[in-house]
């Protein structure tokens, strides 16, 4: 039987991966997989269902991506969205206007509500997002029209029989009212599938199957500490037990308490077998003197391959490496792929599978971020975990800025736990993407009582995104503010200034290094 699949055929637009993920929402699995897959591949898939995303080509263009017309072979329901509809519209014979300029924004769309399409939709209007070059004049011969806009006559279509429909609008961006209610008219009033993708579901579907692959041979894990690593770890304890072999090195670059909450956490309470190697001297030791961040991270790499490698040979035969891939990152389309392939790829266990000739396991590459959220709920692991804000593999060294001792050290983990503690209080914590602080390379000038004070200055970065490929500073109240501020220079020895960071993502980053 297998679970019931949603095909996304990704034709590059910047939002494919929201469909999946309303999809998912919804309780169905979905993938996403380039246009031009081989037709077997999707046969193999099974899908029940299949959606073609929209694009920035125009379909009147060479070279534009083109239809498979084996799929209509599978019948099943197929939804086409913006570059989607051109394409049904262009392959069963309807004829397209070619525009120079692109439709752009929120608009107002009027359902044919004898649509099954549009079921329950009860308004005379919604507002919608469009997108688009190309439009559609007049529908292939076997489509009637079932939407409108003041300004496209065909904003959607559909072939009721053949179960084909489409949409100029994208129903799967949050400025479209009610796109969530389409795509699901879609999947179960017009594709009649069964929501069984949940993540108790994938959880005992996901630890047979790696008992049933890994058998009694050895697997080896390394903890960061993270959301992602953490529930690797413990779906593969379910599923292998004590042959498991977890590692977590402590590099001495972590924020206060995070090294020993998730050690005591996967120890006492979820009994892993880890080995907690405390590397903090050798690290220091090699960024001695090192102020550019670049090498920074290289040595941090590199030195935490070697030590994982030194453990990893004391331990029984291993024949695996546990890895905490996430579905935006095999994605195979380039325009589809989320950030967190540019996040991983300076993440510190690359390079390890090369050096010691293991396979991998990576038994969340089905899952989106949310998803992960969600299987760390359901396994039962704490709220700290589950919502803890992404943290960069090379740790604090990338936040004291020039040269990493420990006395630099010390002061930015106590001037960023009081970030933290001041975040959680207001309930901040869950509502930016990040905060933290940087100590700066410089020291200025204070008074304190009646004596002058040159001490060092924390800067304050507290950002909102959604995915960190861009972020603009978030406006907390100046009140939460001026708390930081206060609780950072009168309880951190050695700080007399702290500013806040008001630059946005792009041109800035989020980290400063
Ligand atoms: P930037 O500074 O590039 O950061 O705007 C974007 C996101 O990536 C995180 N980041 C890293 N994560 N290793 C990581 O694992 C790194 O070297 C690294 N550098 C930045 C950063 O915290 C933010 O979430």
């Excluded at 081989?38 to 099974?46: D, P, S, T, V």
């Excluded at 972590?254 to 077998?273: K, W």
């Excluded at 001792?405 to 960023?416: G, Q, S, V």
Aim: hydrophobic content about 40%.
């Amino acid at each position: 039987m297998g679970r019931t699949t949603v095909l996304i055929l990704d034709y590059g637009s910047q939002v494919t991966q929201l469909i999946a993920r309303r999809i998912r929402e919804a309780g169905v699995y979905s993938e996403i997989h380039p246009f031009d897959v081989a037709f077997e591949r999707i046969q193999a898939l099974n899908p029940r269902a299949i959606i073609l995303s929209g694009g920035p080509a125009s379909v009147t263009e060479e070279n534009a991506p083109t239809l498979n017309p084996r799929i209509f072979e599978l019948g099943v329901p197929v939804l086409g969205i913006c570059y989607g509809m051109q394409l049904l519209c262009e392959h069963f014979k309807g004829s397209l206007e070619h525009a120079s300029s692109r439709e752009y924004g929120a608009t107002t769309f009027y359902p044919d509500h004898s649509s099954p399409l549009f079921a329950g939709l009860d308004k005379t209007s919604y507002r919608v997002w469009m997108s688009h070059g190309d439009r559609v004049l007049t529908p292939p011969p076997s489509f009637r029209v079932i939407g409108k806009t003041e300004s496209l006559p065909v904003a959607a279509m559909a072939d009721d029989d053949a179960k084909i429909y489409a949409v100029q609008f994208h129903p799967e961006v949050h400025h479209t009212e009610e796109g969530t209610a389409i795509l699901r008219n879609f999947i179960f009033t017009i594709a009649g599938l069964t929501p069984d993708w949940t993540m108790q579901a994938f959880c005992d579907e996901e630890i047979a199957k790696m008992r049933r692959e890994i058998g009694d041979r050895h697997v080896v894990c390394a903890l960061s500490g993270g959301i992602d690593s953490t529930v690797v770890a413990v779906l593969l304890h379910k599923a292998i037990g004590k042959n498991l072999h977890c590692i977590f090195v402590d590099n001495g670059l972590l924020r206060a308490n995070e090294g020993e909450e998730v050690i005591s956490l996967l120890r006492t309470h979820f009994d892993l077998n880890l080995i907690h190697v405390q590397a903090q001297k050798r690290f220091l030791e090699r960024l001695k003197d090192v102020d550019d961040p670049e090498k920074k991270r290289k040595i941090i790499g590199h030195t935490f391959i070697e030590i994982f490698d030194e453990e990893a040979k004391k331990l029984p035969h291993v024949d695996y490496l546990a890895q905490g891939t996430l579905y935006p990152d095999v994605i195979e389309s380039v325009s589809s792929r989320g950030p967190s392939a540019v996040i991983k790829s300076h993440h510190n266990v690359g390079g390890l599978p090369e050096t010691m000739n293991l396979s991998l396991v990576e038994p969340l590459r089905e899952l989106f971020k949310d998803e992960v959220r969600k299987v760390a709920a359901e396994l039962g692991l704490p709220e700290h975990i589950i919502w803890r804000q992404p943290f960069p593999g090379p740790g604090l060294a990338i936040r004291v800025l020039g040269a990493v001792t420990d006395e630099r050290l010390a002061i930015l983990r106590a001037a960023d736990r009081i970030v933290q503690e001041e975040m959680r209080a207001t309930g901040y914590y869950r509502k930016v993407w990040q905060g933290f602080a940087v100590l700066l390379p410089l020291r200025t000038v204070g008074v304190m009582g009646d004596g002058r004070t040159y001490e060092h200055v924390i800067a304050l970065r507290i950002v909102d995104s959604v995915d960190a490929m861009t972020a603009d500073w978030s406006r907390l109240p100046h009140d939460v503010l001026a708390r930081m501020s206060s609780r950072i220079i009168n309880e951190v020895h050695g700080v007399n200034r702290v500013v806040y960071d008001i630059s946005s993502k792009p041109p800035s980053t989020i980290e400063w290094e």
